[in-house]
């Protein structure tokens, strides 16, 4: 399929953004289960001051962010394309604009946290040049818990 896909530079107020954020938030509670309650204070976006918005032709098919984690290292999150436009490339061109956003920002790398039922994700991440690394943080001990980071 030969779309173009376009990203929007936005933040956590955009209606797109936490329309997309809620069909996230439904997924992974179906992914997650019972551990959902556990992540999902870690996912709020109201500290949230630079989101990415994808759209195709005026349609809005996918979201991530990005929140500074430390001096150096920024944390991706928030990661969604909707269901029936994945495998189109929309993901990889979002993690791409986060990591060149991230690098306009000053951070030298890109960390983030995804989970075992994600598998998909996983291999994104990892055809982006993302290596699993300990967990971090609050992950640390979270048995599906996968955290990864890429250099900038």
Not at 11 to 21: I, M, N, Q
Not at 31 to 50: L, P, T
Not at 82 to 95: N, T, V
Request: proline letters at 3%; charged letters at 25%; a negative charge.
């Amino acid at each position: 399929m030969d779309m173009a896909i376009k990203i929007i530079r936005t933040d956590s107020e955009h209606p797109d953004f936490r329309t997309l954020v809620t069909l996230l938030d439904q997924d992974l509670a179906v992914r997650d289960g019972d551990e959902h309650a556990f992540y999902s204070q870690f996912n709020k976006i109201d500290k949230i001051n630079h989101a990415l918005l994808a759209y195709v032709e005026n349609q809005r098919l996918g979201c991530g962010a990005l929140r500074a984690y430390s001096e150096d290292s920024v944390e991706v999150k928030r990661m969604f394309v909707l269901p029936e436009h994945r495998g189109q490339g929309i993901a990889g061109a979002i993690l791409s604009a986060l990591e060149a956003w991230a690098a306009e920002l000053g951070f030298a790398r890109c960390i983030l946290e995804t989970g075992k039922k994600q598998p998909e994700a996983i291999r994104l991440y990892q055809k982006s040049g993302y290596e699993i690394i300990p967990n971090y943080g609050p992950y640390e001990g979270m048995e599906n818990s996968v955290c990864m980071e890429k250099m900038l």
